[in-house]
């Protein structure tokens, strides 16, 4: 009889390195499942919902509603001449992507808790997959744009060539928030407390339901390295053929680059203590 081999295959595991850049090789080789979660975020956020797809456009309608029956007619707003809908449509709609992107960002670890410790996954797929998958409500919320658009007959201008730069920066700016709060969250339960907080007064300081040119000149410098301010300006330049503000949109570029590069190390540092926290 032959003798059985003696061989045993070993595997080493190694820490995860302190500082470095997330494993791209390792994230495309779980592609199916990012794109698994984004398809189970869609069916839990819609398909079990009596109005289903549809509350993709009511909530922004519902938001420009009010907007414009607070701040257009009650207030009578100053909007440099842009009907108060048209003005209040053009800038909810991303900024409800945003938002919500980085809410549910944010807790994304949190909110996976359960997995976190049974299996491994690259951690950044939890947050990847919460920040792609709210481009499906954003994606569908734009008929409700255009609808808005061709309504007040709004001309096309060469500034819609600048629209795929806005839009790559609409999705930076909050994913590189998310990785740096859904870290930080992990360790400091408190940040999600805060991020509520957070949320509501965010829409103050961001052009949403005033224009930029109500902001005091002195104010300006600082009021742009809010990196959503670049973003809903981008939009109501590049939709309604207005002025671009270049000091804010080369301001949120700088910083979303800064977010995004920043969130991307110290998440992967906090890679090595996450199952351990939770």
Known sequence: MASQSN???????EPVAKWGFPDFKELF?????????????IKVAYAQSVGGLAWAIVQPAMQVFIFSLVFGGLLDLDTDGIPYPLFSTVAVIPWIYMSGAMASGSSSLLTN???????????????????????VGFFISLILLFAVLLFYRVGLTMNLLMLPVVFVLMVMVPLGVSLWLASLTIRFRDVR????????????????????????????????????????????????????YWDSL???????????????????????VIVDVI
């Open 193 to 244: 407390i805060m991020m509520g907080h957070l949320m509501r007064a965010l829409i103050y300081i961001v052009p949403v339901m005033y224009p930029s040119s109500q902001v005091p000149a002195d104010v300006r410098p600082l009021y742009i390295l809010n990196p959503f301010v670049g973003v809903i300006e981008g939009y109501k330049s590049c939709l309604l053929g207005q002025p671009f």
């Open 113 to 135: 808790v359960s997995i976190l410790g049974k299996v491994y996954i690259p951690r950044l797929i939890f947050v990847l997959y919460q920040v792609l998958g709210s481009l």
């Open 29 to 41: 080789h779980y592609r199916d499942l990012l794109f698994f979660l984004i398809w189970r975020n």
């Open 7 to 13: 061989y045993h295959p070993q595997i080493k595991i």
């Open 250 to 272: 080369m301001t949120s570029a700088i910083i979303s680059v800064v977010l995004l590069v920043t969130g991307a190390l110290y998440f992967r540092r906090m890679e090595r």
